[in-house]
C-alpha cells in the first residue's frame, strides 16, 4: 500500500531549529513535495525534491534520501509566523500526489 | 507566477440548494487540476481529478452525480456541489499542476469555505 508517515505535532521556540522527519512507501516515485498550511488556509508549495540530497531555500531546507524513503524539512532560525501545519507528499508512478496527515508546528517566544 | 484564484472564498447556503465553486489559473495553462477536501484538523482528501476536455477522475467514495466538475478551459475548473446537505460543509480547496518534466508541482487556490445549514 500507499502510506506517508509524519508526526502529528512539534514544538519548539522561536529562534531555533526544527527538523521534520517524513518516511513515504508509494507506488513509484517522482518526487517528494513539503507544503506549509496556515490555519483555515489553503497549502503553499515549500520544496520539491527528486534527487537525494539537501535542497537549500533560505531559512527552510529540505532533504531526501530515496533508498531510505526518508525526507526531512529543516526550518531555520524559527519566526512565529511559521506556526503552521507542514504537509509532506509522495507523487507516485501516476504523477498523483499521496500526502501525509500533516505535522503541526507550534513556535513558544 | 502559477497563481490560482478560487470563488467564492466562503459560501453558506440552506440544504437542498446548489452551489458552484471556480478554480482558475490566472498566470499559466493547467491541464489538469485537482479538488480537494478537508475537514477540521485533518488532511486533505482528494476527491477528483479534472482534465481539461474530458471527464474527471473521481477517487473512491466520492459520488460524481453530487459534485460535478467541469474542465472547460485550459484555465477553469468548477466544482458543483449539488443537492447540499450539512455534511458537506467543509473547506473545499483546488489545485492546478503546472506541467513539466517532473510530473508538475501542484499550486493551490486559497480555498472555498463552504456551509450548509
Known amino acids: 500500500g500507499q502510506n506517508i508517515d509524519q508526526p502529528t505535532e512539534m514544538t519548539a521556540t522561536e529562534g531555533a531549529i526544527v527538523q521534520i522527519n517524513c518516511t513515504y512507501q508509494?507506488?513509484?516515485?517522482?518526487?517528494l513535495f513539503w507544503y506549509q498550511q496556515h490555519a483555515g488556509e489553503a497549502p503553499t508549495f515549500l520544496s520539491y525534491n527528486v534527487l537525494d540530497g539537501l535542497e537549500e531555500k533560505g531559512r527552510f531546507s529540505s532533504f531526501l534520501s530515496r533508498s531510505k524513503g526518508y525526507s526531512y524539512l529543516l526550518l531555520k532560525e524559527l519566526q512565529m509566523k511559521d506556526s503552521a501545519s507542514y504537509l509532506c507528499a509522495s507523487m507516485d508512478s501516476n504523477y498523483q500526489l499521496i500526502w501525509g496527515a500533516g505535522t503541526k508546528l507550534i513556535i513558544k517566544p | 507566477g502559477a497563481v490560482v484564484s478560487q470563488h467564492p472564498s466562503r459560501v453558506i447556503c440552506k440544504s437542498g440548494t446548489s452551489v458552484k465553486i471556480e478554480c482558475r489559473s490566472l498566470d499559466f495553462q493547467a491541464t489538469t487540476m485537482f479538488w480537494y477536501r478537508q475537514f477540521p484538523k485533518q488532511s486533505l482528501m482528494l476527491m477528483a481529478t479534472?482534465?481539461?476536455?474530458?471527464?474527471?477522475?473521481?477517487e473512491q467514495g466520492v459520488e460524481k452525480d453530487k459534485f460535478l466538475i467541469n474542465h472547460a478551459s485550459l484555465t477553469l475548473s468548477t466544482l458543483t456541489v449539488t443537492s447540499a446537505h450539512p455534511e458537506d460543509s467543509s473547506f473545499y480547496i483546488c489545485?492546478?499542476?503546472?506541467?513539466?518534466?517532473?510530473?508538475?508541482?501542484?499550486?493551490f487556490g486559497p480555498g472555498t469555505r463552504l456551509t450548509v445549514l
Open positions: 479534472s482534465n481539461e476536455g474530458s471527464k474527471a477522475t473521481y
Open positions: 489545485s492546478a499542476r503546472v506541467g513539466g518534466a517532473d510530473g508538475g508541482t501542484q499550486y
Open positions: 508509494t507506488s513509484g516515485f517522482n518526487g
